[in-house]
């Protein structure tokens, strides 16, 4: 099963300013890299988290397959149950909660 990133998130990670890609890391959609300088000055992208468990679904997933009102009740749910984990900056909980909801 894979997951095709959708323009939605593409947005959320521009506006994060990081990078996404298809996650290399079995059970998860994606990977959360940000640029940063290396050794020898060039910048190189720095993986920060993987992200977004594959099977379960997400506010752009749920918008086209089952309608923005159904989404919007699952963003809700979300946000509620991860609560704590999604307003620690740089967490993955915040990544996946900026970016997949």
Same mark, same amino acid.
């Given at each position: 099963?894979?997951?095709?990133?959708?323009?939605?998130?593409?947005? %959320?990670? !521009?506006? #994060?300013?990081?990078?996404? =890609?298809?996650?290399?890391?079995?059970?998860?959609?994606?990977?959360?890299?940000?640029?940063? @300088? $290396?050794?020898?000055? @060039?910048?190189?992208?720095? !993986? #920060?988290?993987?992200?977004?468990? #594959? $099977?379960?679904?997400?506010?752009?997933?749920?918008? =086209?397959?089952?309608?923005?009102?159904?989404?919007? !009740? @699952?963003?809700?749910?979300? @946000?509620?149950?991860?609560?704590?984990?999604?307003?620690?900056?740089?967490?993955?909980?915040?990544?996946?909660? %900026?970016? #997949?909801?």
């Amino acid at each position: 099963m894979s997951y095709s990133i959708t323009n939605y998130s593409r947005r %959320q990670a !521009k506006r #994060l300013g990081v990078i996404i =890609k298809p996650s290399t890391r079995k059970g998860k959609k994606i990977d959360v890299f940000k640029k940063v @300088k $290396g050794k020898d000055g @060039k910048m190189v992208l720095k !993986k #920060l988290h993987s992200i977004g468990a #594959l $099977g379960y679904g997400d506010f752009p997933t749920f918008t =086209k397959t089952k309608g923005k009102e159904f989404a919007d !009740k @699952k963003r809700k749910a979300y @946000k509620a149950r991860h609560a704590k984990d999604r307003k620690v900056k740089g967490s993955a909980g915040y990544y996946a909660d %900026q970016i #997949l909801w």
